[in-house]
């Protein structure tokens, strides 16, 4: 008799212990590469079809005043993994497969960090973009596992990789042939044999390549395959989950299944094979009944580069106008959002951070600056306002603020990147201020019928840049 109310008690246990362990959500974070403002049917497209995501903003809050922080790649991914800006994190541009390049800095708390204190299950499943050398590893950044390349798809194999005993040598490339490569990246001058290392990045699996060069036709299946298989291993405790798919980056590589599949271009194709994988992902929710308490996020990483729309947004990656910045995004979470909102309140991707902290049950850390603002209040409906009021910006590739938003009033001094492609304006030279209620596209300077808003936006943005300036100074 004892004995069997010794058992009846530790099934009580061990029952309360795996519906806490169920209670705590868990979280995806889908961030795609390039994508612009319209490169969803749900955001206004209408050259492809987008079903999956288009049901995830029907169920979920649709976000039309998205912002990331930046519009390149490695800061953007270093703020949405830490809720601080890039230039405080010390990530202002873009990384390269160089020798002795440098990475996100260890100090720094990612999210996946942050959800280790509750013994979260973490993966990256993608796109890192953070630093090839193994100290800046994603294993030493929070993540339990890793499969995927270490930069953009149009970049090269860089050395100091460790190289799987199992590796897949694809295009006739042989051990030696890859260790070439390695060191002609390193080499100084060659510029033209270095270009012939283009769009062969490696595929990883934890601190090893597995794959050289990547056979990139199948990456988003691959990609998709591996973030299922993590989604079955892992449901029956809390998981955080990371899926930076390497498209609609170019060059634009396509599934079988999918060449074609909108009838427009490519570019579209991929956008479509991404919509299919998020779709898989929704389904290994639910069949695993995880749906209802899962908290899914899609966005990009910045706007899109030669091929997408930003409509009727102008600019586009590389830009400070809101075409470089301001992308689709999206919030699922059942039971905790209303279905079919559209919210236009300025929120960003560096508030990502915080708001996973609140819903994990975790405390923020005390001893750093975070640029990052808890949204679930409002994304829940119990405030009708965004914590957020601004968002900055500063130049791609650098350290120099470049203007700020402030309600409906954006204030710019550049917008454009100088390249050597484009030919700027006179118009595009002067200081600007639009506001973006009536003017979305930014094509009427309002400034010199403004010009209190105009000193009042640059006093605001000249103390955010001094108060960053003097965080970085006393670290």
Known sequence: MKFRIIIIILCCFLGSKRINAQKQPNFIIIFTDDQGYEDLSCFGSNK???????????????????YVAS???SPSRAALLTGRMPKRVGIPRVLFPKKNEKG????EITIAELLKEKNYATALVGKWHLGHDKKYSPLNQGFDSYFGIPYSNNMSIASGIDISPNIVLNDGYTLE????????????????AKKSLKNKP???????IVEYPTNQTTLTERYTNEAVSFINKNKEKPFFLYVAHSFPHVPIFVGDKFKGSSGTTPFYDAVQEIDWSVGEVFKALKENGLDENTIVIFTSDNGP???????????????TYEGGQRVPAIFWAPNKVKAGVVSDEI????????TIAKYAGISMPKDRVFD?????????????????????????NSTKIDGVRLSDWKYLIEGYRKASWRKLTEEDTKIKLFNLKEDKSESKNVIDLNAKQAKKLLKKMQRFDAELEKDILTK
């Open 202 to 208: 490696p595929l990883m699996r934890g601190n090893e």
């Open 347 to 354: 929120v960003s991707s560096l508030d990502i951070f915080p």
């Open 372 to 396: 990052g603002y808890n949204l679930s209040k409002y994304l829940e409906g119990k405030s009708k306002k965004s914590p957020r009021k601004e968002m900055y910006f500063y130049g791609s």
């Open 104 to 107: 996100l800095p260890t100090e």
């Open 48 to 66: 492809l079809k987008t079903p999956n995501i288009d049901k995830m903003a029907d169920e979920g809050v649709k976000l039309t005043s998205f």
């Open 71 to 73: 519009s390149v790649c």
């Open 305 to 319: 580069n030669s091929h997408g729309s930003a409509k009727p947004l102008k600019g586009r990656k590389f830009d």
């Open 177 to 192: 042939k890859m260790h070439s490569d390695m060191q002609l990246v390193d080499a100084s001058g060659n510029k033209d």
